[in-house]
């Protein structure tokens, strides 16, 4: 039996600061952060676990319209395509 996956990513590599977005995050814990915390579990006696969220941020609402470009090979004339939840 075949399965066959598709995923859909737009080029985020392009906009420009100011005209399509205003500011940056990420969402990464800090390097002291983590060290504490392992410190603590080791002197506490607490077992740890590595949780990893694949699509953490896959069906995140957004609050602007966004609008890309068709997928190559579905283009249509003129068309566009507005994203509900953001990729």
């Not at 603590?40 to 957004?62: C, E, K, P, R, W």
């Amino acid at each position: 039996m075949r399965k066959f996956k598709a995923k859909f990513c737009f080029r985020g590599d392009q906009p420009f600061q100011g005209i399509d977005y205003f500011d940056t995050f990420a969402p990464v814990v800090s390097w002291i952060t983590v060290r504490i915390l392992l410190i603590l579990s080791v002197i506490l006696g607490l077992d740890t676990n590595q949780v990893d969220y694949t699509f953490a941020f896959l069906h995140a609402s957004i609050t602007e319209d966004v609008y890309v470009h068709m997928p190559r090979g579905f283009e249509e004339q003129g068309n566009v395509l507005k994203l509900k939840r953001s990729l």
